[in-house]
C-alpha cells in the first residue's frame, strides 16, 4: 500500500497557481513538524518554499488556512484509502485487519504531514476544527462498524465496541508521533502488526 495524499479542497486556478500552493503546503508541513503550528510564523513559511510572503499571502491569508488545508487532505486520504482496502474484502476479520493495517501504515509512510494534522487540532479555528472533527469521527466510526458488525456475526468478542474502536484508531494515530524512517521497522512492517494487534483486541487468532 502506497499513496500520496489525496487533495482537499483544491481552489480553481491556473496550473501555476495550483503549483504554488502546493510548495506552500509542503512548506509548511516540515515548518509545522520541526517548530510547531505557534512557533512558526508566515515568513518561516515562505522562506522554505523559496517565495516572497506576498505570494503566499495570495493564496493563503493564514497560516492557520495552511494547516487547517493540509488536516482536510490528511483526513480525506485516509478515509479514501480505508473505504478502498475496507471494500477489497469480504469477511468481518479481514476488513478490520486491512482497516487497521493500512491506517497504521499511512501514519508511518506519511509521519510528517500525520504528526502535523494529528498534533496541531487545537491551532485550527473553531469553525475549522468543526469540519476536521466530522471527518474523525467518520473515520473512527468505520472501525467501529466494522468491530459492531463482527460481533453481531459472533466472530468478535469485545465489551465495548466504541472503546475498542478508539483503542485501535489512537494506535495507529501515535505511529506517527515515534516512527523514523531510520527506525528498525518499515512502514509495511507496522501496518501489519497493527493488523494483528486489531485482531486479537476483538478476540480473534490471527
Not at 34 to 57: C, E, K, Q
Not at 135 to 151: C, K, M
Amino acid at each position: 500500500m502506497s499513496q500520496s495524499p489525496a487533495p482537499a479542497r483544491r481552489r480553481r486556478g491556473n496550473a501555476r497557481g495550483e503549483q504554488t500552493r502546493s510548495v506552500l503546503l509542503a512548506a509548511a508541513v516540515r515548518a509545522f513538524a520541526d517548530r510547531g503550528f505557534h512557533g512558526t510564523s508566515t515568513r518561516d513559511i515562505a522562506l522554505a518554499a523559496d517565495m516572497s510572503p506576498a505570494v503566499m499571502y495570495a493564496h493563503y491569508a493564514t497560516k492557520e488556512d495552511l494547516l487547517f488545508e493540509l488536516s482536510l487532505d490528511g483526513h480525506r486520504s485516509v478515509q479514501v484509502l480505508l473505504d478502498a482496502e475496507v471494500g477489497r474484502h469480504a469477511s468481518n476479520t479481514d476488513r478490520l485487519r486491512a482497516a487497521a493495517s493500512c491506517f497504521g501504515q499511512w501514519h508511518a509512510e506519511f509521519h510528517t504531514q500525520a504528526r502535523v494534522v494529528q498534533y496541531e487540532l487545537n491551532a485550527l479555528t473553531a469553525e475549522h476544527l468543526a469540519e476536521v472533527t466530522v471527518l474523525r469521527r467518520a473515520i473512527q466510526g468505520l472501525f467501529g462498524d466494522l468491530i459492531r458488525a463482527g460481533v453481531d456475526e459472533g466472530v468478535f468478542q469485545v465489551a465495548d465496541a466504541e472503546m475498542t474502536a478508539m483503542s485501535l484508531t489512537s494506535l495507529g494515530i501515535d505511529v506517527a508521533r515515534w516512527y523514523r524512517p531510520t527506525g528498525a521497522w518499515t512502514p509495511e512492517q507496522i501496518g501489519h502488526h497493527h493488523g494483528r494487534l486489531a485482531l486479537r483486541a476483538v478476540g480473534v487468532a490471527d
